[in-house]
């Protein structure tokens, strides 16, 4: 069974970096993409974009190209969202996601990581 | 790239049976036969209902369904139970860009 396990909440300051983390198990990770979806309070699922594990071939969503930085260690089955300079507008719980290169719907979900930047 | 467009909510009785649309264009729902929906019940991470239109993953009740006509999609959940009141969301895969889109999400009761 495929298990996404993120890691925990933060609190930080406006221009601060971040980076977080989802892991993987349970399966091949390697023929695995896993994709970052943002969820603001109170409001929809947002794709920002996903990478293929094998090679850490990346694609973003347009809107958040620039903004954030996905990447990923296959030998630790584990990918990263990062930001080099947080925003309050940043705040909004993150969800990793996974499928299997080849399929188009995506079954396995992390728990979700919380951030919140305030001053 | 914008989203999907879903109704805000729909709403139907215990047992009955109710229909979301999901609307977007032949660069996403319209050119490809990958759309997923997913279900989010509050202070959840989604779980994925319907995939590649209309394929329901092991463990999904076959009440839940899909189709799509079109550049609009549709998931019909027939039977009403109260545990079907959540937050669903469509998604498609987009061309050009190789990613996804979600739809803006339907909030469903049962009444």
């Known amino acids: 069974e495929v298990q996404l396990v993120q890691s925990g909440a933060e609190l930080k300051q406006p221009g601060e970096s971040l980076k977080i983390s989802c892991k993987g198990s349970?399966?091949?990770?390697?023929?695995?993409?896993i994709g970052w979806v943002r969820q603001m309070p109170g409001k929809g699922l947002e794709w920002m974009g996903i990478?293929?594990?094998?090679?850490?071939?990346?694609l973003y969503n347009p809107s958040f190209q620039g903004q954030v930085t996905i990447s990923a260690d296959k030998s630790i089955a584990t990918a990263f969202l990062q930001w080099s300079s947080l925003r309050a507008s940043d705040s909004a719980i993150y969800y990793c996601?996974?499928?299997?290169?080849?399929?188009?719907?995506?079954?396995?979900w992390g728990q979700g990581t919380l951030v919140t930047v305030s001053s | 790239q914008s989203a999907l467009t879903q109704p805000r909510s729909v709403s139907g009785s215990l047992g009955q049976s109710v229909t979301i649309s999901c609307t977007g264009t032949?660069?996403?729902?319209?050119?490809?036969?990958?759309v997923s929906w997913y279900q989010q019940h509050p202070g959840r991470a989604p779980t994925v209902v319907i995939y590649?239109?209309?394929e329901r993953p092991s463990g999904v009740p076959d009440r839940f369904s899909g189709s799509k006509s079109g550049n609009t999609a549709s998931l019909t959940i027939s039977g009403l139970q109260p545990d079907d009141e959540a937050d669903y969301y469509c998604?498609?895969?987009?061309?050009?860009?190789?990613?996804?889109?979600f739809g803006t999400g339907t909030s469903v009761t049962v009444l």
């Open positions: 996601a996974t499928t299997r290169d080849g399929d188009f719907g995506w079954p396995g």
């Open positions: 349970g399966y091949k990770f390697t023929s695995y993409w």
């Open positions: 990478i293929y594990l094998r090679d850490s071939r990346t």
């Open positions: 032949s660069r996403d729902v319209g050119g490809y036969n990958f």
């Open positions: 590649d239109v209309s």
């Open positions: 998604c498609s895969y987009v061309g050009g860009f190789g990613t996804y889109v």
